[in-house]
């Protein structure tokens, strides 16, 4: 595990699990939502997850399983890569809850087992904002390939990178390719008090020609792209999400 992993590990790793209750509620309460309709936990992809059933799909940095479970629950065999065992644990006490099962490997994406998975899923999906987490995206693109079966497709969606840009009222600039420090995502949702025993995250911010290059690059077939509006329809690029196969 590389020295940005290593630092994001113990950023993740840091009072995850009793976030996860402060933003979902516990398992229980969170499997109860996602219970009575599935498909529209999975939001603005749900209409790639209406014929899942049998298939295999990786969830990439999937998190404390809110996307995992509701794929499980639509039939899939669901395997979740992270690197945080807060984040796992969360994902399995919702399975559980929601009487579903997935397979939750805590692991650096770097480090997936490509003996075992090279060729297996039928499915990458990736969402949330994880591109930033790490500093060799050529590498991170290649080993999403591996993954791929011959005719398989991967769904990635994450932010836009003029968002950044746009937010921080000139803060942040476009290309700006250096590692930096920052506040991991929950930082927020804690006291004042609380916030500076918090350990920073490692981050490298793309451009989305660099993103775009990346995912061509690595061999994928690019299908689509659509750049999103903001969660309250800000007139923004807010994210995107590509649709590529191999």
Not at 4 to 19: G, I, T, V
Not at 218 to 239: Q, V, Y
Request: aromatic share 12%; charged share 30%.
């Amino acid at each position: 595990m590389n020295e940005q992993s290593e630092q994001n590990k113990k950023a993740w790793e840091y009072r995850a699990y009793e976030f996860w209750h402060k933003r979902d509620g516990s398992p229980e309460e969170k499997a109860i939502q996602i219970l009575e309709n599935p498909l529209a936990s999975l939001k603005k992809h749900k209409h790639h997850f209406e014929h899942i059933a049998g298939q295999k799909v990786a969830n990439l940095c999937g998190s404390n399983g809110r996307k995992a479970v509701p794929i499980a629950l639509l039939g899939a065999e669901v395997t979740v890569f992270d690197i945080s065992e807060e984040n796992q644990k969360y994902a399995l006490e919702l399975a559980a809850a929601a009487n579903t099962s997935m397979d939750y490997i805590v692991t650096d994406i770097y480090d997936i087992d490509l003996d075992k998975y090279r060729g297996y899923f039928d499915l990458l999906y990736l969402e949330g904002g994880i591109l930033h987490y790490f500093g060799d995206l050529g590498k991170f693109m290649s080993i999403l390939y591996e993954l791929l079966k011959d005719g398989g497709k991967m769904i990635l969606s994450d932010f836009h990178p003029l968002r950044r840009c746009l937010l921080s009222q000139g803060e942040i600039e476009y290309f700006d390719a250096e590692l930096t420090s920052g506040d991991v995502a929950y930082k927020e949702f804690f006291d004042e008090q609380e916030q500076a025993d918090f350990p920073d995250v490692s981050v490298r911010l793309y451009t989305l020609s660099d993103i775009m290059n990346a995912v061509l690059e690595a061999g994928f077939t690019l299908k689509r792209f659509d750049e999103h509006r903001g969660w309250n329809n800000e007139n923004i690029p807010w994210e995107f999400t590509i649709l590529a196969d191999k």
